[in-house]
């Protein structure tokens, strides 16, 4: 509910006073309270006053704050390229000695620097990693996803465990707890060339070619001849005809 001005609240209580008993006080003593009243009343609004542009200058600074905030994230890359490369490409040096597993991916989250979420078993879903299973792992620079690969082996004692790409962070669990459908993504392939029959014909037509060049050959016993002189020149017309074809298209050189 809005405040209303102070000048305003004191005018009603001032045009509306409240008179059960008649007031026998002195003239002077009535001011005296009246001012007292007003007094009280305008240092109980005063802070309603303030309170707008206090509130606006918190909204400010809060509009300011998440600006820079998102500004932050925009500068992180965080593409499922770059978080593979951080997988792949840092590489970190560890020392768990019966470390529980909650406390090995948190100090592995701080190393890499990227957002990892890993999936516990006592969350609302109840399965996932056991926070509580202890790793025994000592590395010195070792690419960090062949850390997590191992530490993972030491959580899927019961259940195996692996690790996927999600949009914007690295997500660690057991197999079942991240095949959920929300985890899984839908790609579309064009599969039209994979449906498409190819046609068999079995009613070609058939082409005598020896009667053909026999008749041209002028009859006699050199007909046989004749078809294969014709057949073995059939490549040297082709490549003669190609070359003078190339030859009237080719513009001519200055």
Known sequence: MAAMPATTVIMVIMANPLVQAPDWRPPMQKITNRLSLVAILAAGIAPAWTCDSAMGQNLSDRIRAVAKQREAEASKDSSQAALLGALIYTDISVDFDETPAREAFDYLRQVLGVDLVVRYNDDRSGMGIDPEAPITLKATDKPALTIVEMMLDQCGD???CTWQLRRGFIELGTKERLSAPAARKLRMYPIRDLLFEVPMFDNAPE?????????????????????????????????????CFGARLRKPSK
């Open 158 to 160: 019961l259940d195996p």
């Open 207 to 243: 082409f005598d070619l020896s009667s053909s060049l026999q008749s041209g050959g002028g009859g006699g016993g050199g007909g046989v001849r004749s078809a294969s002189v014709s057949l073995s020149l059939v490549p040297l017309v082709a490549a003669a005809a190609s070359v």
